[in-house]
C-alpha cells in the first residue's frame, strides 16, 4: 500500500524450519520455527551506526500482520492493536511529546488507548503541541500547516502524506504532508514542542491551531503569539498543564479564531463559528487560523509551551527555547538520548534484531514522566505550587512497567529510580495513599526490588503508605475487605453469556493472585524493618493465591460469594474482568511470580508442572470471546498483555531451561517486527513495559518478580552485551559460538567461575561481572536441570 514498505521489507528475515531433532516435546514442537533474524556468529561485525542511530521511534506503531499470531482480535469495526506506541519527538521521560496524529481521537476510539498515530492509517490531521495524557491522543493544541482551503475541526483537513518520506529517530519526526506539499519537521525540550513548516509558493499558507473537543479559551495576541487555556481534561497536576503559549517565527499576514456552536440545531452552515480578525474565542475546538504569504521554501516555525498559567508557560517558552535555531534542539534531542542509549552496547545480531533492540530499549524509557527538574516550579496535587528540591516523576503504572521496566530503570538508572520513589512518596503524603493501578496494588515491587538491589532510599517513612494500602478497606485495593475476610476475592456471575467483552467484574480470581504477590514484596519490607507481626501477616497471605487454585480442573477459578467454583468455566476464554483480568484462566495461571515452587506444588509436581506448561504454549488459541489485546500468540500464550509475561521463563524452577531458550528466541523473533512493516508490536506497549520485555530477554535475563534481586535467565540474541550500570560498573554477557541454530545454553561461567544456575542475582553483579555462555544448537538437558539450582521461591523444593 505504501511506497516503503518493499524498503522495509527487505530487513524483515526469512523463516526456515527447525531441525527435526528439536521436536523433542509439546512445547517444543509447538515453536515451529525459528528466524534467521538472530545473532549469526560471534565474529560478527560491529554495528556501523550508533545507537542513537539504530533506534526508530516508529517501531510498535504497527500491529502483527499474521492470522495464527493474532488470535481472534479485533472485535468487528475495531482496529487490530498496535503497539500503541508514538513517533514522537520527545527527551527521555519527557514531560512533553510533540507528535504525529492520523487518528481523530476526538470522534472515535479506534483501538485500546487514545494514542495518537496509527501506521497503517494513510492521512495526517494534524501535530500535537505537547502530549497532554499518557499515550498522547488527547494531548493539545492541535496545530497543522494547510495550504489553500481548510476545514475546521472536529472535520479538520487533513493530508495525505508520503510514507517512503517519513522519518522518525529519538528527538526528531519528519513526513512530506503530499496534499499540501509542505514538509513538517517535529522536535522538543523538555518543556516545549518545535514545529518547521516549509511551504511552497502560495498565498495562503495557513496554520489552524486549535483545543480539542472540550475546548476553552483561545487569544491571538499579537502577530507572532497566541495563547489558550483548556477547559478541562487536565488535572491540577499534569505535567502538561492546561494553558499554551504557541509563538510564530515571522508575523502572520492575517488570521481569525473560530469554534464549534453546538447550540445550532442540525447540521452544515451555522454549525460553525469562523469569523476573520476576531482575536478571542471560547468553546468546543475554540481556536485560532493565521496565513502567511510564502515563496517555494519557505519555512515557518511554531513553538509551543504549556502551563499551569499563561506565565508559566511563556516563561517555559523563552528559558528553554530562547531563539528559532531548529538545528540546535534536534541535536541537542538527539544527544540527551545518545547519552541513555549508550549505556548499553550490543555486538552481533542482524541490524533488524539491533534496530529492534534500540527501538524497544527508546520506548522502554515513555514513563513515568518527569513532572519538574530540581529547582523547577511545579503544581502539586492540592493545586499548590512549589519549587522541586528533586527531579519529580509522574505516576508509575505498576500494572504494566512495574513488572519489568522499573527493574531496567534500576540497573541503568537508579537515581532516576530514587527519585520516582520520592515522587511517589510526596503523592502518598499528599492523598493518604500510594498510588496504584488496575486490580493490583504494586507500589510494594518498586520499593522492595529498590531496596534489595541497593538503591538507597528512606524505606521506614514509605512503608506506612504501603501498609496503609494493605491494611484499609477505604483505600485503592478496591476488594480488600473480601480478601481479607475470605483469603480470595469473588465474583458475580453476570446474567447471559459472561462471555468476552465483559468489562463490569471484579476479575476476582485474577485481582486475589495479585494481591498476594503485592502481599509477598511487603512481607520483605516488614522483615527488613523489623516488624515480624506484619512480615508473618503478610506473608501468610502471600499464600492466598492457593484459594483461587481449583485442583479437580487444575487451574485458578473464580468463585461466587458463597465459595464455589464458577460454572461453566473455560479456561481458554479471556474473561476479561470476569474472574480474570484481561487474559484466560490458561494465562492467569501462572500469576504467582513469588512462589513458582508452590504452584509447581499445586499441580502435582515437576513433571506435572512442565506438561501444563507444554500444553499452554502447544494448546491452539481457540477462544470464543475477544479480548482486544490479547495478541502475539503462541498456543494459548499471549505476549500483548501483561498476565502471562513471565510463563516462558518458568521453567527455569522446573529443570527443563532449555525450553526457555527455545521459547524466548522465537518470542523475539516471531512476535516483534515480523509484520510487513518490520514495526508491529504484540498487544499493547503500555508505556514501556512490552518493550522492556524485549530489552532484557533479548540481553539474556529476565525479572520474573520485579520485587526479588533474581534475573531468570533466557538465551541471548547478542554475541556480546556490556550495559553500563548506573553505579559505574560494567555487566558484560558474552554468548560464545551464538547463532538462530545455536540458542541453548551448554555451559556458563560467572565471573571466571563455572555456573549451573539458570538464573543469578543483583548481588552476584552488582559490582559489575562478565557472564560467559557457550551456546549450542541442541539442548543441553543437564545444564540447570538440578533442583537444587532452580531460583528461590516462597515454598522451597521438597526433595
Not at 596 to 613: E, P, S, Y
Not at 770 to 787: F, I
Request: net charge negative; aromatic share 12%; hydrophobic share 35%.
Amino acid at each position: 500500500m505504501h511506497t516503503s514498505l518493499a524498503r522495509l521489507h527487505r530487513h524483515t528475515p526469512s523463516i526456515h524450519n527447525r531441525r527435526a531433532a528439536l521436536t523433542i516435546t509439546l512445547a517444543i514442537s509447538a515453536l515451529g520455527s525459528i528466524g534467521t533474524g538472530h545473532a549469526q556468529n560471534n565474529h560478527a561485525t560491529p554495528p556501523a551506526l550508533s545507537a542513537v542511530d539504530e533506534a526508530n521511534p516508529l517501531v510498535g506503531t504497527a500491529p502483527l500482520d499474521k492470522q495464527a499470531l493474532i488470535g481472534n482480535a479485533p472485535p468487528p469495526g475495531e482496529l487490530l492493536y498496535p503497539g500503541m506506541t508514538s513517533p514522537a519527538a520527545s527527551l527521555p521521560q519527557s514531560a512533553t511529546e510533540t507528535a504525529p496524529v492520523n487518528v481523530n481521537i476526538d470522534l472515535s476510539y479506534p483501538a485500546g488507548v487514545a494514542t495518537p498515530y496509527y501506521y497503517g492509517r494513510p492521512t495526517m490531521i494534524g501535530f500535537t503541541g505537547g502530549g497532554g495524557s499518557t499515550y498522547g491522543g488527547r494531548g493539545g493544541p492541535m496545530i497543522m500547516p494547510v495550504v489553500g482551503d481548510w476545514t475546521m475541526p472536529p472535520d479538520y483537513a487533513p493530508s495525505y502524506y508520503d510514507k517512503a518520506s517519513e522519518k522518525a529517530s529519538p528527538g526528531y519526526y519528519a513526513v512530506d504532508l503530499a496534499t499540501f506539499h509542505t514538509r513538517v519537521e517535529l522536535t522538543a525540550t523538555q518543556w516545549t514542542s518545535l514545529m518547521r513548516f516549509t511551504f511552497p509558493a502560495s498565498h495562503r499558507s495557513n496554520v489552524i491551531i486549535n483545543l480539542r473537543r472540550a475546548g476553552g479559551d483561545v487569544e491571538v495576541v499579537d502577530d507572532r503569539t497566541i495563547r489558550g487555556v483548556a477547559a478541562s481534561g487536565h488535572s491540577k497536576n499534569d505535567s502538561d498543564s492546561p494553558w499554551f503559549v504557541a509563538e510564530f517565527s515571522r508575523p502572520f499576514a492575517s488570521f481569525g479564531t473560530f469554534r464549534a456552536n453546538h447550540d445550532t440545531p442540525g447540521w452544515g452552515l451555522g454549525d460553525q463559528d469562523v469569523q476573520a480578525g476576531r482575536r478571542t474565542v471560547s468553546g468546543s475546538y475554540a481556536g485560532a487560523y493565521v496565513t502567511f504569504d510564502t515563496q517555494a521554501g519557505e519555512q515557518v516555525l511554531v513553538r509551543v509551551a504549556h502551563g499551569h498559567s499563561a506565565d508559566e508557560a511563556e516563561q517555559r517558552l523563552h528559558s528553554e527555547d530562547p531563539n528559532w535555531d531548529f538545528e540546535r534542539v534536534h541535536t541537542q534531542a538527539r544527544a540527551a538520548w545518545a547519552k541513555l542509549l549508550d549505556r548499553v552496547e550490543v555486538t552481533g545480531g542482524t541490524p533488524k534484531q539491533r534496530m529492534l533492540f534500540y527501538s524497544t530499549l527508546y520506548h522502554s524509557f515513555a514513563s513515568p514522566r518527569l513532572v519538574a527538574r530540581k529547582g523547577e516550579r511545579f503544581t502539586d496535587a492540592s493545586g499548590h505550587v512549589q519549587t522541586a528540591d528533586y527531579d519529580h516523576y509522574g505516576p508509575v503504572p505498576f500494572w504494566d512497567t512495574g513488572r519489568n521496566q522499573i527493574v531496567l530503570l534500576m540497573l541503568l538508572e537508579p537515581q532516576v529510580v530514587q527519585d520516582i520513589m520520592r515522587s511517589e512518596l510526596d503523592r502518598a503524603r499528599e492523598r493518604g495513599y500510594m498510588d496504584t493501578s488496575f486490580h493490583g496494588d504494586h507500589a510494594a515491587f518498586l520499593y522492595d526490588g529498590a531496596w534489595q538491589r541497593g538503591v538507597p532510599f528512606d524505606y521506614a517513612a514509605v512503608y506506612p503508605y504501603l501498609r496503609k494500602n494493605a491494611i484499609d478497606p477505604n483505600g485503592p485495593r478496591g476488594y480488600l475487605a473480601e480478601y481479607m475476610k475470605n483469603g480470595w476475592i469473588s465474583d458475580v456471575v453476570p446474567p447471559g453469556s459472561p462471555s468476552p467483552p465483559y468489562a463490569g467484574g471484579k476479575a476476582g480470581a485474577a485481582t486475589t493472585l495479585e494481591y498476594a504477590w503485592d502481599d509477598h514484596a511487603l512481607a520483605d519490607i516488614a522483615r527488613r524493618l523489623g516488624k515480624t507481626d506484619d512480615a508473618q501477616m503478610f506473608l501468610r497471605r502471600a499464600a492466598n493465591y492457593r484459594n483461587v487454585f481449583d485442583p479437580s480442573v487444575g487451574f485458578v477459578r473464580g468463585r461466587t460469594a458463597d465459595g464455589k467454583w464458577i460454572a461453566p468455566f473455560d479456561p481458554g476464554e479471556p474473561y476479561y474482568n470476569f474472574m480474570m483480568k484481561e487474559a484466560s484462566g490458561w494465562s492467569t495461571l501462572w500469576l504467582v511470580p513469588h512462589d513458582v515452587q508452590g504452584l509447581i506444588d499445586l499441580l502435582g509436581g515437576r513433571d506435572a508442572f512442565n506438561a501444563k506448561l507444554d500444553a499452554f504454549f502447544s494448546t491452539p488459541y481457540q477462544a470464543k470471546g475477544i479480548c482486544r489485546d490479547c495478541t502475539g500468540m503462541i498456543g494459548e500464550y499471549v505476549q500483548g498483555n501483561q498476565p502471562d509475561q513471565q510463563a516462558a521463563y518458568l521453567y527455569a524452577w522446573s529443570g527443563q531451561p532449555w525450553k526457555t531458550q527455545a521459547l524466548i528466541r522465537r518470542i523475539l523473533d516471531e512476535l516483534y517486527g515480523s509484520d510487513a512493516s518490520g514495526y508491529g508490536f504484540p498487544g499493547m506497549d503500555d508505556q514501556g513495559s512490552t518493550s522492556s520485555w524485549y530489552v532484557l530477554s533479548a540481553m539474556g535475563f529476565y525479572p520474573v518478580d520485579p520485587s526479588s534481586p533474581d534475573y531468570i535467565l533466557g538465551s541471548p540474541i547478542f554475541d556480546r552485551v556490556r550495559l553500563h550500570m548506573g553505579n559505574g560498573k560494567v555487566l558484560e554477557i558474552v554468548a560464545r559460538n551464538n547463532s538462530a541454530q545455536n540458542m541453548y545454553i551448554q555451559s556458563a561461567a560467572l565471573n571466571g567461575k563455572p555456573w549451573t544456575k539458570p538464573w543469578f542475582s543483583h548481588a552476584d553483579i552488582a559490582n559489575g561481572g562478565t557472564l560467559v555462555l557457550t551456546m549450542g544448537s541442541e539442548p543441553n538437558k543437564a545444564w540447570g536441570a538440578d533442583p537444587r539450582d532452580a531460583p528461590p521461591s516462597m515454598s522451597e523444593h521438597q526433595p
